[in-house]
């Protein structure tokens, strides 16, 4: 196969994903996962190596361009292997499967990631990134390929009985072991932990690299609100502040980068990721509610408008990511010298940003690799707009609009540069994020444009991922549509329809949200042990089915599936929902006791069973009910659900049979608020509405 400049292409050029296109043009004869690499693995009597990474992932451009791009390396690997390579993000099920097999092998894991395995798809042998010639007491791929020929060709034995001691492991470690219960103290547990690992200087968890994690903070600031815990609160706060200020904020573009790779959220790795946009849009919406810092709704908005501009289809999905890399380089795009800021700007402005911004003309970071500086600046702040303002005898209104204008001004100059690849295939599970995400701000902030930006969302997916018969898809790209939902993708978009449900009252939100919440159950629960599978019942059989709920740069989708049970189980009286919760709480107890900052979202679920919550039934139609809706957006309540019961909608008299005992009062909007399956009296005033709720 060749393409129209004639150069041979691979099997990938056949692809959809922008990862598997990166390497149509290798020399290595690589496959797509499926039947035929392993067909012709088994028919030549050949091992099979599995790499698997993603668009956006620098280290896997590392590898790329040294190895896969070689053509001696490339002979090596087509003689001794067949090659397949797997987009991770297209195909979580089996990444997660065969990086818990690294992780069981080495310690550790991470991307790029290459297993080696039969040709019935057990493996023996995984590492991740491997150079091209061994170094630092470390095999390369021109070392490696030659031993792992030898030993299947010689010690065919010894593979075998490594695989069946990895697949034993492997399925092990997939079973968990149930507790009868589940105990409150493993919330404190988990705050002293936070409160332990928390950088008191620069924010943050650990030292270095530093990641955002935001629901862990979210967590946090549940914590805080359950037992007045002000040091929970100003950890949450000191942390989104410090990332704000940070060269891990794209300060001209808007923004998050993936994580710091020091501890002051200097020197970010410039990947941007639809997730992190997400979780932690949500995170400095909560936020908001619970400081009313006014730095947390800018960041919001920056970060909404980024997306707006650069990562939103024009049909209503959102793209994937972005590259770190442009132009071979990691963080060229987004890096400055004084010089170009100085010809790019008048004298006064130049100098404000290059001051305000703290660039300095030798850089202000040291390379990574030789630990010099370059020249470059990554443009952060020291000082708080008000503190810059006070220097300057300005006034903070004032100097907040002139660097914004200033910003804007870099940002038209930036586009002129050679920008970062753009992953552009559309994701479910992270469109549900953001779903949520823009719902929850949306209401929060009284921004009609993020709701319906998020409402635009719900319907690229139902329009082009729910299809009738067969439930939810993955992944779309250029008009094609692929891979069957998996348990993430449903519990997001669960998620982002309850936001979105509270965020605007259209009864069919709540509608799809149960009907898509049954489906997540027929297809993927446990019905002996409790807990969801990652994958459908009816998916490919790799090494067995897993069950997720480690909470690492996402939420696990058993952490979001807990708490959207709980959710909609009081919103329309479904008490078998709620129970279901508490078996997924039982059956992982134990993992999350031995170490309870791994499960920031698991542990949400927790704090709603035993942070008293409640169900704020609203009577009354939407449009005259806005002075009981808005304080409760207004307000940091996590542990309530809001139901709207609108005497002309039917759809919500039949979705929810119990509202017929919850009417309006003296023919106006009335509130009931229930705690412990018990409500307070109705009341037609907003203002008695929230003391109810304070008092509990």
């Not at 589940?182 to 690992?197: G, P, V």
């Not at 998050?256 to 970010?268: C, I």
Request: hydrophobic residues 35%; aromatic residues 12%.
């Amino acid at each position: 196969m060749s393409d129209s400049s004639g150069r041979n292409q691979n099997r990938l050029a056949k692809e959809s994903s922008p990862y598997l296109l990166q390497h149509a043009d290798n020399p290595v004869d690589w496959y797509p996962w499926g039947n035929e690499a392993f067909e012709k693995a088994r028919e030549e009597d050949k091992p099979v190596l599995v790499s698997i990474g993603y668009a956006t992932c620098h280290w896997c451009h590392v590898m790329a361009h040294e190895s896969f791009e070689d053509e001696q390396v490339a002979q090596l690997m087509n003689r001794t292997f067949v090659n397949i390579k797997v987009d991770r993000e297209e195909r979580p099920d089996i990444d997660n499967t065969y990086m818990l097999v690294c992780q069981m092998l080495t310690g550790s894991g991470g991307w790029p990631l290459n297993v080696f395995l039969t040709p019935d798809k057990k493996p023996f042998y995984a590492e991740t990134y491997i150079p091209k010639v061994g170094r630092q007491g470390r095999p390369g791929m021109r070392e490696l390929i030659p031993w792992i020929s030898k030993l299947w060709e010689n010690d065919r034995e010894k593979i075998i009985n490594s695989t069946d001691e990895i697949v034993t492991a492997f399925q092990k470690s997939t079973v968990f072991d149930a507790s009868d219960r589940w105990d409150s103290d493993i919330l404190d547990e988990a705050y002293y932990q936070y409160e332990q690992q928390f950088d008191q200087r620069f924010g943050g968890f650990g030292t270095s690299p530093k990641f955002p994690s935001p629901h862990n903070l979210m967590f946090l600031l549940r914590y805080a609100d359950c037992y007045q815990n002000s040091k929970a609160l100003a950890m949450v706060e000191q942390t989104l502040t410090c990332m704000r200020m940070g060269g891990v904020f794209d300060q001209v573009g808007g923004g998050f980068h993936r994580y710091s790779t020091d501890r002051k959220w200097l020197v970010p790795h410039f990947e941007k990721m639809l997730y992190d946009q997400a979780m932690l849009l949500i995170a400095y919406t909560e936020g908001w509610q619970f400081t009313k810092n006014d730095l947390f709704k800018q960041t919001v908005d920056e970060i909404c408008s980024y997306l707006m501009r650069k990562m939103r289809d024009q049909d209503g999905g959102f793209y994937s990511a972005e590259d770190a890399d442009s132009e071979g380089e990691e963080g060229k795009f987004y890096v400055w010298s004084t010089e170009e800021v100085r010809e790019m700007l008048p004298m006064s402005e130049a100098e404000l940003f290059i001051e305000a911004y703290n660039l300095v003309d030798e850089g202000n970071y040291h390379d990574e690799a030789t630990g010099r500086k370059t020249g470059k600046n990554i443009p952060h702040l020291q000082k708080s707009f008000k503190e810059l303002a006070q220097e300057r005898e300005m006034k903070p209104g004032k100097l907040r609009s002139t660097l914004a204008a200033i910003r804007e001004k870099l940002l038209k100059q930036r586009q002129k540069r050679v920008h970062p690849l753009l992953d552009d295939k559309i994701l479910t599970d992270w469109n549900g994020l953001i779903m949520a995400a823009l719902a929850k701000a949306g209401s929060v902030f009284d921004n009609q444009d993020y709701i319906a930006k998020a409402e635009q969302c719900w319907r690229f997916i139902k329009d082009k991922l729910l299809v009738e018969d067969s439930g939810l898809k993955h992944r779309y790209r250029n008009g094609e549509v692929a891979i069957d939902g998996h348990a993430d993708d449903y519990a997001f978009v669960i998620w982002g329809l309850i936001e979105l449900y509270e965020a605007t009252f259209k009864t069919e939100y709540l509608q799809y949200a149960v009907s898509l919440n049954q489906q997540l159950i027929k297809g993927f629960w446990d019905k002996e042990s409790g807990g969801f599978y990652f994958t459908n019942e009816s998916a490919e059989e790799l090494l067995g089915r897993k069950k997720e709920i480690y909470d690492g740069a996402m939420p696990s989708g058993n952490s979001i599936a807990m708490m959207n049970l709980l959710r909609l189980g009081r919103m329309i009286g479904n008490t078998e929902w709620e129970q279901m919760a508490d078996e997924s709480l039982k059956l992982f107890t134990k993992s999350i006791e031995q170490t309870p900052t791994s499960f920031g979202a698991a542990l949400q679920s927790v704090d709603f069973v035993e942070g008293d919550s409640r169900e704020i039934i609203i009577a009354g139609s939407r449009d005259y009910s806005d002075a009981f809706i808005h304080p409760l957006y207004n307000h940091f309540l996590p542990r309530s659900v809001v139901i709207l019961n609108d005497p002309q909608d039917d759809l919500i008299q039949d979705l929810v049979p119990y509202l017929s005992d919850f009417g309006m009062q003296n023919g106006e909007p009335t509130a009931y608020v229930c705690q412990n399956y018990t409500c307070e009296l109705p009341t037609n005033d907003p203002r008695k509405m929230m003391r109810l709720i304070r008092e509990d």
